[in-house]
């Protein structure tokens, strides 16, 4: 487990590390220049690089053999077996519709390199990308536009060769089919795309917008092969078994609607020796078992049905591992630390829904969430209080606004509110850890909501002028564990008391997907992204834009103060000012309160049968057990001899 303790409750497997990338943004390491081969017409300098980053410095240069935290001589071999809880009901991942295999992206590369389970690139840079179909990218110092000039060895799974027509054609896919906010956000951003020859393509921008991102959003594409959509009709909106033809490392083997699948080494996998895949994809297979509810799910961990499980229970954490495989060290139950920010998980608010548009309401019901007594009473008290959306980093905010920051936010006029200028970033209220239902945060809510024009009726509920009832529905998911069904009810229970009109909708895993993509609820326990650079991406975070129909962005916050704040990061031009600006929206997103925060836990927490292998020093942004650890064939038959294993 990672610091994100409440996890999305379906297939909406966005990490930290999806969140880096999702971004694109600044390198945080030692740097490499990138080199300068000529001007265009205008005089304007050239580029051509083995990688991107905004500021043009790269960690790795242009021979790097493999990335540094990586085994080269990693094994090749084995089985990991990992759980999924709830359904599926299919392999295209792209499609806004439906209940998709979550891991079912792995079968798909881009220009640029990822951590195909996971998103991002490299797992010890920030906004850096290199190269892996691309064999270089060109663009001039002022990114009006990029070219690609792509490899020539690159085959899709089924031994076709990948060329800049499928590249094209992919782009164009999105656009009229794939997931709205992504169109309308990418279809503003990107102008053009020309296939130059099979092996070239370029990507042209608009004029006055922000450079960032760019050329990491085309870079990061996944690609599909244009012939396989022509031959089979299938299309990206629509749910699909049939998984879109790609070329990643691995490929959809056997399955089991409902039941289980099996991620398979990509037999015609063009890169194996390409210095971004050294040491990584290690495993034969990648085998994802699906269980009703949490508690099958841990049985079936207990009884070897799989055998990597990252723990996101207190309570397990806490009580469960005492079986035999435990006690005699055939299991091995680990803290590993972690070195990104926590995503913010908690309560979320649905601006869209009234009276959640109003800040002083949520603020109101913010104060229902009695974090120390769920940290107590349900979490064994393993948890810390979230308190900002970037926790641990530079660019969190803190204190009174100062300096550069106070003078960005003056800067931007009406819209930043004049008490951010002079009081503290919002934190998260104390509670009564002894009382689940704190009587002085509920007289201080009653008294805000009373300013607002709710006030307890006769009959103890609380109604407008009008008499209409604050009636809300809270969207759960039956496959949550228990520890987090408790949390829910015990945030529901409160609200009543205090007179809230408010039930708990449960739905199953795939009504809860569409419910989710839908916005179809009044709150939802679940996670807002983290953040660690200025990249167009925020706009689908937190922009108003696409607030209605982004998926990244559950609580659909449209804030003028927030819109103006992500414009001058995109505007910063070095990673000073960039932090300065991240500061302040992370100021502004905590002041608008469209979450009541609750806990995470600043490590993994992981539990596995001792079977594998991975690198003695890990790097810092990712644990990378599906990318970079391997499978021991020595402790794997030391387990069978002792009947551990079957």
Partial sequence: MSKNLILPPT????????????????????????????????????IVSHGYSFYGDLKYPADYKH??????NAPKGGQITLSERGTFDGFNRWASKGNPEGNAGVVAEAMFAEMPWSGASTA?????????????????????YCVFHMRDDVVFSDGRPLRAQDAAFTHNLFLEQGIRSYARAVSKRITGVEVID???????????????SLISQVGGTPIFSEEWFAETGE???????????ASGPYVVGDYEINRYVVYERNPNYWGWDHPANIGRHNFDRVRFEYFADATAEFEGFKAGIYNFRAEGSTK????????????????????????????????????LSKPLDNRNVRHALQLAMNFEWIRES????????????????????KGVPQGKELELLQRLGDVVPAEMLTEEAVMPHTSNPANANDRRNKRRALRILEAEGWVVNDEGKLADADGNLMSLTMLSISSFDDTRLAMIDRYVNTLQDWGVDITIDKVDSAQGQQRFLDKDYDMINTRILTFASAGTGLRQLFGSETAEVSSYNPSALRSPMVDAIIDAALATTTREDEIVALKALDRALRYERVIAPGGHVPAYWVAYYDTFGRPETLPPFALGVLDFWWFDEAKYEALKEQGVLK
């Fill in 67 to 72: 990335w540094d935290y990586v085994n080269p």
């Fill in 124 to 144: 010890d840079t920030i906004g850096e990308q290199y190269c892996l179909i691309a064999r270089e990218v060109e663009y001039p110092k002022t990114k009006t």
């Fill in 235 to 245: 299309r990206l909106d629509k749910p699909s078994v049939a998984s879109p033809l």
């Fill in 11 to 46: 297939g909406w497997n966005l990490n930290r590390r999806s969140a880096l990338g999702l971004m694109g943004g600044a390198a945080l390491g030692a740097a490499l220049p990138v080199r300068v081969i000529g001007q265009t017409d205008g005089g304007e300098d050239m």
């Fill in 378 to 397: 349900l979490q064994f008290g393993l948890t810390t209080q979230t308190t900002s959306f970037v926790q641990y980093q530079e660019w969190e905010a």
């Fill in 198 to 212: 099979d092996l070239t393509l370029r990507y042209t921008f608009a004029d006055e917008i922000s450079r960032r």
């Fill in 316 to 351: 397990r954490w806490a009580t469960g591992y005492d079986f035999p495989a435990v006690e005699e060290g055939h299991v091995i139950k680990e803290e590993i630390p972690d070195g990104t920010a926590p995503n913010i998980s908690g309560m979320i608010f649905n601006t």
